[in-house]
């Protein structure tokens, strides 16, 4: 490429954009293997276009990919991937690039297929990160810029029917579209989607327009399809078959939404190709700031998704995209904004037939000028003009007929510019039918949506109710005026988000809000093998500076709703309790089904109930609801056996739990699949007192003195009054304990990240001292301070011990000393049980982890687990894995077993310190304690948030220094 090529803000001899379509005209796939070369520099191998070159030295690759990730995990054979937010990797001179620009050339050998005399041929690249040339045979077709876009380049003088023709690539990892494509996302090359050779038949089909809208009021669809001239449309279901340009009303058309995807197959034929349809009819429109499709105000329960493989980066197979849009359906969501380019093709027709409403994003972002001021932003630059709106064009042409696709968007993070205006326009002009959208400006002058990123819920509550701050006074009127998207909300990092389900509150409570879009769908991560190490040959998720960049964002890759390896995070299930479609609300005196659905009834769904006492089933059976239109409510009375059925013993809790299932099986999840579910307690004979009583007095086991310390029932303490022996067990502690290996969200918020203020006091360093060690009749008090070194604040703590009936009890009241001014991690007891206790068995919420501010998708019931089933393992170790609400809960193994029971507490157990987890960089730097297992019993924790990027925690949910107390029983039984 010539070097004024390789930077080139457009691109040069690229055909127009059109749609992608399904065609029975001649094709060849030329994916596969292609023989490949890379060098640190962007000169490249000379000759090596040509048909006559020798690559027969050259290595194989598999295309599409990217040349970052050939080779084993953890040795890249073609230079490594790097990770930055916003910052560009290379010195921001637009359009020049470094020298040190690493370029990979590629070669392909093929046979051209037969195809009818005349027409054209056209190779088509899906995309190719992030500028390339093309040749064939020697001849060259043209370059471009837009790695996310199409390009297609006219072949048909250079191709040889009969003979083996090459084609030849050469691909820089850096061009001035670079500077267009600052995405919060790995800096990776190649071509990586998939690659083509077409025919395009005389008196074919190059394009194609589907208009199909509906009409709510008379439930009547219209249809007119844009085509050559003598083309034909037929759609065989619905009896049509008319001209290309002609419209139809269609009066027995069902509506496509995400609730309900109705497809129509169609042709689009003249006498040389016909294309292949999936139509579905639906109309998007604004009326009183409200956004609404099909006549009903439209709720996106949405992810934000990067197109992501930890082996293979931003290459995709179609079966790894279809598996992500079945667990998006499994999880309720139903909307996808592309972030921050367009997708795959593919996985748009996925969304058509799965139902997901599109927000599709053009590939422009130039965040890393914000941090110059924004001086130089090719947002703003004329001569970029060009190159934006080519971006632009590309993604609409391309994509226009999919149904899923409700909105276009301007591009993510560019700030602000008279480019984008020139997008705006030009998309307006296109396709008026779909709204626009942009983040950036906030006096929305060139789109149809107001957007924000990470507003807390109480500014979004004002924008619900149309009472924002004023952006611009000149401006106010037109925005509140518009529907509100948070295209980015509920960050994902690491432990969190927390108050997810408090933002789904207010999109059900204010019209005007549309909902919005997680950030984010996965984890990018990448996978890697440890190479030294206990772990060695273990894979891990690898991050930002894990491949030796000068420049990198650490983790901050690692934002998502799953893990690197697919696996769900805790935080999917909360998504999907939070999103569920049905509100079902459990009494003592009946059941209340509230739809959230707006497109669809309930019919699909069958109901049934479970009661249970302390966790263990005491009967279940079908409930019956009667099908709910789209956003009605019914009451329904408790079922005949639930009401008679005995009381519980006392203190023993019955809880009811509903659930709403598939009735039948769906294309995403077999029937049976639970989609929303509620539970409550219902009345006993008392209320449940959860510590078991103690004897009466004068009959509880004497307090004895022994070697220097005491024994209590099966209790042994020191001579400081910690417990160190309880029957067969060894244990250490339990003692206050109020750090935790601070999360993302504690580590990143700003200004004042919790986790250096804690640090800063010293939380993490605390010293115990025994003030008073107390014998009792029966009984023993251990009254101790708790405290950092340097600073007055800490925690006077009473321990007071008795014994119970075999076991023993501990009431542990904390009280504040000095004047604390900051949150607390959490307030409770950590101690130590010997590591052979790895079977965990608990009542209380689970299965999963739960947090204050993340409990949602938690049930009370009977759970069980091992302890290390109790890790989860974000990509960067912090605190995880605790369980909420926990009456009761026994750890056990080798014949040995110690219950604890009381509060409700907050249990965790790991085979490692806080202080361990808290020193991990990746999970393989996890090593277990060979001799215990540690154990955290809390009263609280303080809330996660998601102010790693957006708002802390909501006020109730932050932990401030106060009185606790908790009261648990301990018993020990085996050898």
């Known amino acids: ?34 023989s490949f070369r890379c060098s640190p520099t962007a000169g490249g191998t000379p000759g090596f276009e040509l048909a006559a070159f020798d690559d027969g030295g050259w290595d194989r690759v598999q295309v599409p990919h990217c040349w970052q990730l050939e080779g ?19 010195p921001v001179d637009p359009p020049e690039v470094p020298d040190e620009n690493p370029t990979g050339e590629y070669r392909r050998a093929f046979d051209p297929p037969e195809a009818p005399p005349g027409g054209r041929w056209i190779v088509r690249f899906e995309g190719v990160d992030s500028a390339f040339e093309a040749w064939l045979n020697g001849k060259r077709l043209g370059a471009a810029q837009g790695s996310r876009l199409t390009h297609e380049f006219d072949a048909t003088e250079h191709l040889e029917p009969g003979r083996r023709n090459v084609l030849a690539v050469r691909v820089h990892q850096f061009s001035a579209g670079s500077y267009l494509e600052d995405q919060d996302m790995w800096w990776v090359s190649g071509i990586f989607r998939r690659v083509a050779l077409l025919h395009r038949p005389e008196g074919g089909i190059d394009d194609v327009f589907v208009h199909a809208g509906y009409d709510p009021a008379t439930r009547a669809g219209r249809l007119r399809v844009e085509a050559p001239a003598g083309a034909v449309v037929r759609v065989p279901e619905l009896g049509l078959e008319l001209p290309a340009g ?52 439209l709720a996106l329960r949405g992810v934000n998704r990067h197109e992501w493989h930890a082996r293979t980066g931003r290459a995709l197979d179609e079966a790894t995209m279809r598996a992500d849009v079945e667990l998006m359906k499994r999880s309720n969501v139903n909307a996808v904004r592309t972030s921050h380019y367009p997708p795959d093709p593919r996985f748009l027709a996925l969304c058509d037939e799965y139902g997901l409403w599109v927000l599709d994003e053009c590939d422009l972002e130039t965040h890393g000028f914000e941090l110059l001021g924004w001086r130089r932003n090719p947002a703003d630059d004329p001569s970029w003009r060009d190159a934006l709106v080519d971006r632009m064009q590309r993604m609409v042409e391309r994509d226009k007929n999919h149904p899923c696709v409700i909105g276009w968007s301007l591009g993510n993070e560019s700030g602000r510019g008279r480019n984008l205006g020139a997008m705006a326009e030009w998309a307006r002009s296109r396709d008026p039918d779909r709204f626009l959208h942009y983040e950036g400006d906030q006096d929305c002058g060139d789109v149809d949506v107001y957007s924000r990123m990470y507003a807390d819920h109480a500014e979004t509550e004002l924008i619900g109710r149309g009472e924002e701050p004023s952006a611009s006074p000149g401006a106010d009127a037109r925005r509140r005026g518009m529907p509100f998207i948070l295209c980015e909300y509920a960050h994902a990092m690491g432990n969190g988000p927390g108050g997810l389900t408090e933002y789904v509150e207010l999109f059900e409570r204010y019209p005007r809000l549309a909902g919005g879009f997680v950030w984010e769908w996965m984890d990018q991560c990448i996978a890697q093998t440890a190479q030294d190490g206990p772990h060695r040959g273990t894979e891990y998720p690898a991050y930002g500076g894990d491949f030796g960049e000068e420049l990198h964002d650490a983790n901050f890759i690692a934002d998502g709703l799953l893990f690197a390896d697919r696996a769900p995070s805790p935080a999917l299930a909360e998504l999907a309790a939070a999103y569920a479609p049905l509100a079902l609300r459990v009494g003592g005196d009946g059941i209340t089904v509230e739809s959230r659905y707006r497109h669809t009834t309930t019919g699909h769904l069958g109901f049934a109930w479970r009661c249970e006492d302390d966790g263990v089933p005491v009967a279940d059976g079908a409930l019956e609801v009667p099908p709910l239109d789209a956003g009605a409510c019914v009451r329904v009375p408790l079922p005949a056996a639930v009401t008679e059925l005995d009381p519980p013993a006392v203190g023993v809790e019955r809880w ?32 449940p007192a959860r510590r078991r009583p103690s004897r009466p007095a004068g009959t509880a086991p004497a307090l004895a003195r022994s070697g220097g310390g005491w024994d209590l029932g099966q209790a042994r303490f020191d001579a400081r009054g910690r417990l160190e022996r309880l029957g067969p067990l060894d244990v250490v502690g339990p003692v206050l304990d109020l750090w935790r290996a601070p999360t993302d969200n504690d580590e990143l918020a700003q200004p004042d990240p919790p986790a250096a203020t804690w640090r800063r006091l010293g939380l993490d360093r605390l010293r115990h001292r025994t003030i008073a060690v107390v014998p009792e009749q029966g009984a023993l008090s251990v009254v101790s301070h708790v405290m950092p070194a340097g600073t007055d604040v800490g925690f006077e703590m009473e321990y007071r011990w008795r014994a119970d009936d075999g076991g023993v009890c501990l009431d542990a009241v904390g009280s504040p000393l000095g004047t604390w001014a900051v949150p607390l991690p959490r307030w409770g007891l950590r101690m130590a049980v010997p590591a052979g206790l790895g079977d965990v068995t608990w009542f209380g919420l689970g299965p999963g982890e739960a947090y204050p501010d993340s409990a949602s998708a938690q049930r009370v019931g009977r759970f069980s687990a091992s302890v290390e089933e109790f890790q989860t393992p974000y990509a960067r170790p912090q605190e995880n894995g605790a369980r909420r609400g926990v009456r009761s809960a026994a750890l056990e193994g080798g014949g040995r077993r110690l219950t604890v029971e009381g509060g409700p507490f907050v249990l965790t157990a790991r085979p490692w310190t806080t202080e361990a987890l808290e020193a991990a960089a990746h999970t393989t730097d996890l090593v277990p304690d060979p001799e215990w297992v540690w154990l955290n019993l809390d009263a609280e924790h303080h809330g996660l948030g998601s102010a790693a990027c957006g708002p802390p925690e909501l006020p109730e949910y932050r932990l401030e220094a106060r009185r606790f107390m908790l009261s648990l029983r301990f018993e020990a039984l085996g050898r």
């Open 1 to 34: 490429m010539e070097e004024s090529d390789a930077i080139r803000p457009s691109p040069s001899g690229a055909l127009p954009p059109r749609a992608h379509l399904e065609s029975d005209a001649v094709a060849l796939p030329l994916d596969g293997e292609w």
């Open 656 to 687: 009811l739990t509903v659930s709403a299932r598939l009735a039948g099986a769906e294309r995403w999840a077999p029937a049976g699949h639970e989609v929303a579910w509620g539970q409550a307690q219902l009345p006993g004979r008392a209320a």
């Open 72 to 90: 084993v995990p953890g040795r890249p054979r073609y230079g490594s991937p790097a990770y930055t937010n916003i910052a560009y990797p290379f």
């Open 246 to 297: 002609t419209a139809a009303d269609v009066p027995r058309a069902e509506p496509w939404s995400a609730e309900e995807p109705r497809l129509y197959r169609a042709t689009v034929s003249t006498a040389a190709e016909t294309v292949e349809l999936a139509i579905g009819f639906r109309t998007v429109s604004i009326s009183d700031a409200v956004l609404i499709a099909n006549g009903a105000p």
